[in-house]
C-alpha cells in the first residue's frame, strides 16, 4: 500500500504516526525546509471549545498514545472591548508553542515518527494521483479542495503575528474586540516566556494593503507598551470542506476545514483527524462517519460567527459584559460540561428567524 502525505505539519505528522503504529511507512512531502511554521507564534486550548469533556491531554494520550506537553496552563483570560473588560480566572487551557524550536507542539509530534520527511518538495496532488494508492491532503490550504468545488467558504481574514518584548503573565491570555481595527475578529496576547509574547490582530474582508491601517489603530488605541522584535502577515481562510474523501484523496486538518471559524481553534482537531484519516485506510471505516462529530461541532461554531459579523461595538460590549457577569461565570466557567458548540443550536435557530442562516 502506498501511501504520500502532502504536509508535514501537525495533521500531516499526526496521520504518518499512527500509520507507523500500524506498520505503514508513508512518503511525506513538506514545502519548507523544516517542520514547523515560519511564524514563532503561542496558541492555546481551551476547554469550552474543546471538542472532548475529558482534559485533552489525557485525551490524546488515552485514545492516541500521544503525550504531548504544553508550554505552561491557560488559568486566566482577560477580555477587552471598546468600553467594558472582563476577566476569568480558573479557567481550563493549554498554552502551546508553535514553530521550528524544540519544544513547539509540531517538533513533539515529529519525534514520534521515524518515517523520513521529503523536504522542499511543493507537491501538486494532480501529479502524484496516479502514483499512490491513497493521497493525504494536509497542505493546510483549500487549493485542492476548491479545485473540486468541495469549499464552503465561512471567513476571510489577514493577521498581523509579532514577537514582542516586555513584562507578561505566561499563564493569561488577554484578547482585545473592536470594530475599528479588528473589524468582526480580535486581537490577542499570549506569553512565550515572562518577557516575550505573541501580539496578534486579525481582521475580516481586508486587504493585505490594509492591514497596515488597522495595526496602526490598534497599537495606538490600546497602547500596548512593548517593543516589537518581528511581524510576519498571514492571509486566513476558514470555510468547510465536503465531502473529506474524494477518490483517492483525504483532505485533514485545515486543508480538510477543521478550524472553527469562530475564534479559529484547529490544533486538536487536526491531530484528531490525521490519525482518523490513517485509521479508516487501515480498518476501511467510514471516514465520514469517523469526523462527522468534528465537523457537526464547527458548523455550529460557524452558526455564532455569523451572529458575530452582524456586531458593531456595543454588541461586543454588551457581550463582554454578559459573559463577565457572575452568574455567567459559575454557569459557564465552573461548568465541566459546558460547551460553545452547545450555544450554536440556539445560534442557528435565530440566524434562521433573522434570515442569516443560508449565509
Known sequence: MKIAIVGAGIAGLSCAYEFEKHGIMPTIFEKRRRIGEDIDFTTSTLKLFDRTYED???YTKKEYGLDLEPLNVLSKIIMQGPTKKAIIKNTSGYIFRRGDIKNSLENQLASYIKTPITFYKHIYIDDIKSQYDFIIDATGLFDEAKKL???????????????????????????????????KCFAYRLAH??????????????????LDCYWEKFIAKENTQSTIIKTTDVRHEIGAV????????????KAGGFIDSLLG????NAIETGILAA???IYKKSYEELVRPIFDQNQSKYEIRKILNTFENKDFDNLIKFLGSPGIKQMIYNNPFAKVHQAGKLAKLYNIFKGLHCL
Open 56 to 58: 485533552p491531554l489525557i
Open 149 to 183: 468545488d468541495l469549499l464552503t467558504p465561512h471567513l476571510e481574514a489577514f493577521a498581523r503575528i509579532s514577537t514582542i518584548s516586555g513584562e507578561f503573565d505566561i499563564n493569561t491570555i488577554k484578547m482585545w474586540v473592536n470594530t475599528e481595527y479588528a473589524k
Open 193 to 210: 516566556s515572562p518577557n516575550k509574547a505573541c501580539l496578534a490582530l486579525t481582521a475580516n474582508n481586508i486587504s493585505q494593503k490594509e
Open 242 to 253: 465536503f465531502p473529506h474523501n474524494f477518490g483517492n484523496i483525504f483532505f485533514i486538518g
Open 265 to 268: 481553534f484547529g490544533m486538536l
Open 279 to 281: 485509521l479508516y485506510i
